[in-house]
C-alpha cells in the first residue's frame, strides 16, 4: 500500500516587502509572492513600518506590531486577501 506523507513545512524562512510585492520564503523552499495592494494595511505603511515584522504562530505567521497586520502561511498560499481596516 502506498501512503504519502506531508513533508511541507510552510513555515515562515524570510520576508522581503516593497512598495509593490510581499515575498515569503518558506522553510520547504517554496516561495510565495503577492501583491502588497491585497492587504491595505500593508500598502498604506511606510516602508520603515512594513520592514519591521516578526514571527508568529511558531513560525506559520507574520505579524506587523506598528500596521496590527497579521498574515498567515496558509492563507497566503490559499491567495487569501486581507481585510480592509475599519477605523
Not at 513555515?11 to 522553510?27: A, G, H, P, S, Y
Amino acid at each position: 500500500m502506498l501512503t504519502l506523507q506531508s513533508e511541507n513545512d510552510i513555515r515562515v524562512m524570510n520576508v522581503c516587502i516593497d512598495d509593490d510585492r510581499l515575498t515569503v520564503d518558506l522553510m520547504d523552499g517554496r516561495t510565495i509572492s503577492v501583491p502588497v495592494a491585497w492587504f491595505p494595511r500593508l500598502a498604506a505603511g511606510t516602508t520603515e513600518q512594513r520592514q519591521n515584522w516578526e514571527l508568529c504562530g511558531a513560525g506559520y505567521g507574520i505579524h506587523w506590531p506598528e500596521l496590527d497586520e497579521d498574515l498567515s502561511t496558509e492563507g497566503l498560499l490559499r491567495g487569501a486577501k486581507g481585510a480592509i481596516p475599519r477605523y
